[in-house]
C-alpha cells in the first residue's frame, strides 16, 4: 500500500501544476521550400521540427483540459494552425499523424472551399482524423482599442455553428484574430459559448487565463532544437 502511496505522489509531482501554462505553438503558412520567417515554414523545415519534437517525447494532449485547468503531463505541446489555409490539410495534417500528434485548426469560415483554403470536406476529415477544430471568426477583423466585435452572430456564434454543422461536433476553441483581445472581447467569446481563447504572446488575464492563452509563432528559420529552446524561454 504505501508503494503504490509513493508511487503515485511521484507521479502526481511530475505533472504540470493546475494553471499551468503548456507551451503553445502557431503555424500559419507551410510554404514552398526555401521560405522562412514568423509567417512561413517550408514543409521540410515543418517536418524536421515535428520529428525532433517527437523523438524528444513531446505529446499532444487536448486542449480542452486547459479550460479545466487539470494538470498536464511533462512534454506536452499544442500545436495550432491559423488562417484555414488548405496546405494545413495536404502538408500538416499527414505529417503531424506520421509523428503521432495531432493539431487544432482554426478556420475563418468566410474562406472555406476557396482556393488556397480549406473546403468543408477537409475539414470533415480533420476532425475525423483526430485533429481539434476551432473558429478563427468569419473574416478575421481587425479590432483595436477596448471594443468588441460588432458583430457577433458573424464572427462568433455563426462560426461557431457552420463548424459544428461540419463536423457534428461541439466547437469550444478560438483564435483571437491578430492575437488581440480584451476583457469585452472575452465577455462576447465566453457568452458564444466557446470554452478556451488563445492568443499569442501577451500577458494571461488574471480573472479568465483560460481565455487568454499564450502561443509562440514559429519561425520557419528554426531547426527543431531551436525550437523547443524557444518553447522552453517563452513557457517556463
Known sequence: MWLIFYLLQSFATTLQPAGAQVPVICYHNLAAPGAGDMLHVSPATFRQQLQTLRDSGYH???????????????????????????????TAAPALEEAGFRGVFFIMTVTIGKKGYLTTGQIRTLHAHGHWIGSHTWDHPRITGEGGFPDTQIQLTGTKATLERITGAPVTLFAYPYGFWNETIVAQVKKAGYKVAFQLSEKKSSTSPEFSVRRIMVDGRWNGRQLIRAMHEAFK
Do not use: E, R, Y
Open 60 to 90: 499532444t494532449p487536448d486542449p480542452a483540459l486547459l479550460a479545466k485547468g487539470a494538470p498536464l503531463p511533462p512534454k506536452s505541446v499544442i500545436i495550432t494552425f491559423d488562417d484555414s489555409h488548405a496546405d494545413h490539410f495536404l
